[in-house]
């Protein structure tokens, strides 16, 4: 199965609220440690909807542990390390976050955050930052 085709079965889940043990059963098959991971993503209410106005402009955004992840939906796309190592080169399926957003999308699970357009590039420059810790000494 492909990104695309993980990515469509993700939305086909349309519940309100919750997973079936069927869905949550197959997610993990599919997903293995990063459906976990990105349940207690959408558990811990870190993904939000970000809605500009008046544009109506939408930006995803996952709060990790050390930074937010911007997530573009439609492509489907993630700022995330895991996204250009593991899903670039075809080692895994989806990353932790874009799970999270797809779940908490579909399961009405995330927060939304209103903001004006005049602070979208701001926010964008912020959300692109990377973690500039130093590289560990070998």
């Known amino acids: 199965m492909g990104h695309e085709e993980v990515m469509a ?4 889940i349309k519940v309100h609220g919750k997973l079936s ?15 976990t991971a990105a349940w207690r993503l959408v558990r811990r209410g870190s993904v ?3 809605v500009f106005k008046p ?22 796309y993630c700022h995330c390390e895991d996204f250009y190592i593991s899903i670039m080169g075809g080692k895994a399926k989806a990353c932790k976050h874009l799970i ?3 779940l908490a999308s579909q399961l ?14 701001r926010l964008l420059d912020e959300w692109r930052k990377v973690d500039a810790r130093p590289a560990k000494q070998f």
């Open 55 to 76: 544009s109506g402009r939408i930006q995803w955004i996952v709060v990790g542990d050390t930074r937010d992840y911007l997530i573009y939906e439609e492509a489907p």
């Open 48 to 50: 939000k909807k970000y």
């Open 21 to 35: 043990m069927g869905d949550f059963t197959e997610l993990r098959r599919l997903f293995g440690a990063r459906f």
């Open 108 to 121: 009405g699970l995330y927060s939304v955050e209103a903001e004006h357009d005049g602070s979208y590039f």
């Open 100 to 102: 999270a957003q797809k």
């Open 9 to 12: 079965e993700l939305g086909r």
